[in-house]
Nanobody, 130 residues
Framework: QVQVVESGGGLVQTGGSLRLSCIASGFRFDAYAMAWFRQAPGKEREGVACISRRSGEKYYVASVKGRFTISRDNVKNTLYLEMNSLQPDDTAMYYC???????????????????????WGQGTQVTVSS
């Protein structure tokens, strides 16, 4: 079954940087798009970045564009999120998930509701202090 394990979160000051990792198993990692999501207290889970299976296409939501970079290593079955210029509004639990559909469609890839609930990992907490 699909399993993902996120790591790399922590407490940073405003303007700081973090690099998140997500190790995936249970499916053919290099065959599918992957996405990062986040959920702040009291808010819905939202997609922030999505990458196609061979990294040829990447999509970011406006709030993180220019600050976050999504990447993947298909040999290591690992997804990354490099986060720079972090702001307090970036404080959230961060999750990764695969888009186990064919093709690359950012609107689908970034839809938390489209993710099978069993695919979610435990997440990694990012806290940005002001």
């Amino acid at each position: 079954q699909v399993q993902v394990v996120e790591s790399g979160g922590g407490l940073v000051q405003t303007g700081g940087s973090l690099r998140l990792s997500c190790i995936a198993s249970g499916f053919r990692f290099d065959a599918y798009a992957m996405a990062w999501f986040r959920q702040a207290p009291g808010k819905e889970r939202e997609g922030v970045a999505c990458i196609s299976r061979r990294s040829g296409e990447k999509y970011y939501v406006a709030s993180v564009k220019g600050r976050f970079t999504i990447s993947r290593d298909n040999v290591k079955n690992t997804l990354y999120l490099e986060m720079n210029s972090l702001q307090p509004d970036d404080t959230a639990m961060y999750y990764c998930a695969p888009d186990l559909s064919s093709g690359f469609l950012p609107t689908r890839c970034l839809s938390a509701r489209a993710v099978d609930p069993s695919y979610w990992g435990q997440g990694t907490q990012v806290t940005v202090s002001s």
